[in-house]
């Protein structure tokens, strides 16, 4: 479709776009496009995040004839049928009870089986919140006291998962270990920067290379006050499986990259000069949107880094470090736009640039729009 540039085409063009970023990362699709072959024992399911009940919906329904059970839990709101898999649900961003139910349920459903046997681990993200389940000494009072700074602090998802896996009893590889020794099978919908699969949900069925004295390093650095006894455990606690303690096949089954290609098709199809300027973006929502900002500015001005008409796809992982006064509401989508929307306002789009998007530096929802 091609015309005059207007304010409802435009809209009209992004919906497509958002739409077709979206199919891309179609959980039950995307697991059933990367599955392996079929195990002469039992298949055991087992997973969490906010994509994790889709992905088993599609997991359980290609594979009718194998002797196939599990536990996943999503986020509350988020459940699906799943046929032989059980669903359960929690909360996120902050953990409840359920999470740390979930995470028993889970370690409990790889107990006893034999190499004939298959874990198949459903990953996506949220995962960290989802399934919890702290060390010792800790109690899970002090894991959501944990959770709460982190958030807070300023850290990047990578830096606070490396604090994560070190206070996990499930996490940085634990539940890989406790599936011993049966093979792991992890299908992962990614949300982070890079698409490192050990950083998403916390990486709970890959080896960490992370130590304990890097997530000592990571909570000094950004002053995270934690309770006592997760002081307590990162001195004392077990460190996570290392590389070449165990192994597990791991597979992205969709990530960024995919939905900014698809959004980008849709956009040359209709005439637009598609920039996309990376998934793995990451520091403060708010400047984030400013530099978007200057970006737009050079490409009605100069035509830099396309000429006009385009539309600037990003992904990635942004922060926002709140501060200590009221709290605000939204999150960081909504301070990215609003970063963005001031830098316009003060210094105005010059020139015609009909139709230029900018994007949500945020994985969690769809990543370019």
């Not at 509350?76 to 995470?103: F, K, N, Q, T």
């Not at 890097?214 to 996570?240: C, K, M, S």
């Not at 501060?323 to 001031?342: D, S």
């Amino acid at each position: 479709m091609r015309g005059e540039w207007t304010d409802t085409r435009a809209r009209q063009v992004l919906r497509r776009m958002f739409d077709a970023a979206v199919a891309s990362a179609d959980p039950g699709r995307a697991v059933t496009r990367a599955l392996p072959a079929k195990p002469r024992g039992r298949c055991v399911v087992i997973g969490a995040g906010k994509a994790s009940a889709a992905m088993a919906a599609g997991l359980d329904a290609a594979w009718p004839d194998v002797n196939l059970s599990g536990v996943v839990v999503t986020r509350h709101g988020h459940a699906v049928p799943a046929g032989r898999i059980e669903i359960l649900e929690a909360s996120h961003p902050v953990p409840d009870a359920m999470s740390e139910i979930a995470a028993r349920r889970i370690l409990q459903a790889v107990e006893g089986l034999s190499a004939d046997d298959l874990v198949i681990a459903l990953i996506s993200g949220g995962g960290s919140a989802l399934m919890t389940l702290p060390v010792s000494p800790m109690t899970l009072a002090d894991k959501l006291a944990v959770n709460k700074a982190l958030l807070a602090s300023g850290a990047t998802i990578s830096e606070m998962n490396v604090v994560r896996k070190h206070l996990s009893a499930i996490k940085g590889g634990r539940l890989a270990l406790a599936a011993r020794p049966a093979p792991v099978v992890t299908l992962v919908i990614s949300d982070v920067p890079g698409d490192d699969p050990a950083a998403i949900a916390s990486g709970p069925t890959l080896p960490d290379s992370s130590t304990k004295a890097d997530a000592l390093d990571i909570v000094r650095r950004f002053a995270i006050e934690l309770p006592p006894a997760a002081n307590l455990a990162l001195e004392t606690a077990d460190e996570t499986p290392k590389p070449g303690t165990i192994e597990t096949d791991v597979r992205i089954v969709a990530a960024p990259s995919l939905a900014l290609e698809a959004a980008a098709a849709v956009a040359r199809d209709e005439g637009l000069t598609p920039v996309i300027l990376g998934d793995a973006i990451q520091g403060e929502a708010r400047e984030l949107g400013t530099v978007m900002a200057g970006i737009a500015q050079s490409v009605a001005t100069h035509a830099q880094p396309a000429a006009a008409p385009a539309v600037l796809l990003s992904g990635g992982e942004t922060t926002v470090t709140i501060g200590r006064g009221p709290a605000g509401r939204g999150g960081r989508n909504t301070e990215f736009l609003l970063g963005l929307a001031v830098a316009l306002a003060s210094t105005p789009i010059s020139g015609p640039l009909p139709a230029t998007a900018t994007g949500s530096m945020e994985r969690k929802t769809p990543p370019a729009l």
